[in-house]
């Protein structure tokens, strides 16, 4: 005896009309239209899981850019001025066992000349020795040798790539930084200017970054801004997810009135319009697999129009209309799991080898889904998260479940003198 004859006779019954339908009873193969459904499923399923780990994909992708260059929290006071105490500020912000590194910093923003380009910047003066512990930029830079040409009064600048490229300077080349305010002289207020030589230039896939920010010497920047010191403090964390709540920690033991800005709020904006976005793309595929889902309706009333006699003869030889109603969502719920489950393959497959399929498809068709010059990445990413699958494969058991429930009923209603009279 083997397992399939251990089962109740609704889990066995429920399982042949499952796949032996009419047409296809001969050859044992799955009916047309239980196939249909499943596939309708499968499908929705997929695309929800493809669709949701490419977007996960690009939020962890972008993110990793953006945190290249931007600390996870900024430490600054309320006018902008210089900290009271910065080496106390970074004593007590190292104390905290949740930060990898922690580095003075000076920003300001200005406006770089060469020739008739200028460009606006966010000129950020650095402590080449302790910038490395905050930003993946500097540290590269530094692996590079670029980040120890900024010495203390040799006023040398280090440029994002689109940054230099808009104003056509290259390393070496001589520009003009001027900065905000100016100098009061017998004939007016001049702008103050320096200039600056281009110490090398920095790419951290970023636009917004690579096309707006400058390094420089945070004794240069002193100067030039004519700060009496750093005006903040950079702060890297071991685990990034813990920055709102480092972020609280910090505001309970920093002395002196300070603000503290961690990377969530720093880009709100953004984060909330990709978890919108997402939360939005998620529903309107659900939708899809619900589709998909509640044509097992269809699947069901006509198998249970054609299977009129055989419940008949059911109902006369003892069985339950619960027994009846059980056959069918049987029936039901094989179709969804086996949907759900080819669907859960088939969206996994895709997300984990997108890296391979997608260049393909652009080889085959030699189109570029993903210009450069347009936006911030050229590669389709990809991240499966577990907390995306598992939600999807139960929404869609249950929709499939749900689906079964009114055929199923009817079919248990159905009675065995009617439907025998014509038999």
């Not at 044992?28 to 929800?48: D, N, Q, R």
């Amino acid at each position: 005896m083997n397992l399939l004859e251990r089962l109740p006779y609704e889990w066995r019954l429920g399982w042949r009309y499952t796949r032996a339908g009419r047409a296809s009873r001969r050859n044992g193969f799955i009916s047309f239209i239980s196939a249909a459904s499943m596939l309708g499923i499968a499908l929705g399923v997929a695309a929800l899981i493809i669709v949701l780990s490419v977007m996960n994909g690009f939020q962890k992708d972008v993110l990793g850019r953006m945190l290249s260059v931007i600390p996870h929290i900024e430490i600054f006071t309320p006018d902008g001025q210089a900290l009271p105490d910065p080496a106390l500020t970074l004593a007590e912000v190292r104390q905290n066992p949740q930060v990898a590194g922690a580095a003075p910093f000076i920003g300001e923003q200005g406006l770089l000349a060469r020739g008739d380009a200028m460009k606006g910047a966010a000129i950020r003066g650095i402590d080449p020795a302790e910038e490395t512990q905050v930003t993946e930029v500097a540290a590269k830079l530094k692996a590079d040798g670029v980040l120890a040409r900024l010495e203390p009064g040799q006023f040398r600048i280090i440029l994002g790539r689109d940054l230099a490229r808009a104003l056509g300077v290259a390393e070496g080349d001589a520009l003009t930084l001027l900065a905000p305010g100016g100098q009061v002289t017998p004939v007016g207020v001049a702008p103050r200017m320096k200039q600056m030589t281009v110490a090398g230039t920095f790419s951290s896939g970023h636009y917004e970054y690579d096309s707006t920010l400058a390094l420089i010497h945070l004794d240069d920047a002193r100067r030039i801004f004519r700060q009496e010191g750093p005006t903040g403090v950079r702060v890297r964390l071991h685990d990034m997810r813990q920055a709102p709540q480092v972020t609280q920690e910090l505001a309970g033991t920093l002395t002196g009135r300070l603000l503290l800005l961690d990377w969530p709020r720093q880009n709100r904006t953004w984060y909330a319009a990709v978890q919108i976005e997402k939360r939005m793309m998620a529903i309107i595929l659900t939708l899809i697999v619900a589709v998909a889902a509640f044509n097992l309706v269809s699947t069901l009333v006509m198998t249970v129009q054609d299977k009129r006699a055989d419940i008949a003869i059911l109902r006369t030889l003892g069985a339950s209309p619960r027994s009846i109603m059980g056959i069918f969502i049987v029936q039901g719920a094989v179709a969804g799991v086996i949907g759900t489950l080819a669907g859960l393959a088939l969206g996994l497959a895709v997300a984990f080898n997108i890296d391979v399929i997608v260049p393909a498809l652009e080889k085959m068709l030699n189109t570029s889904f993903l210009p450069k010059d347009i936006y911030l990445i050229s590669q389709m990413p990809s991240d499966p998260q577990a907390g995306d699958i598992i939600p999807i494969s139960i929404v869609s058991l249950l929709l499939a479940f749900a689906a079964t429930l009114y055929p199923s009923w009817r079919a248990s209603r159905v009675n065995p003198a009617e439907a025998l009279r014509y038999e």
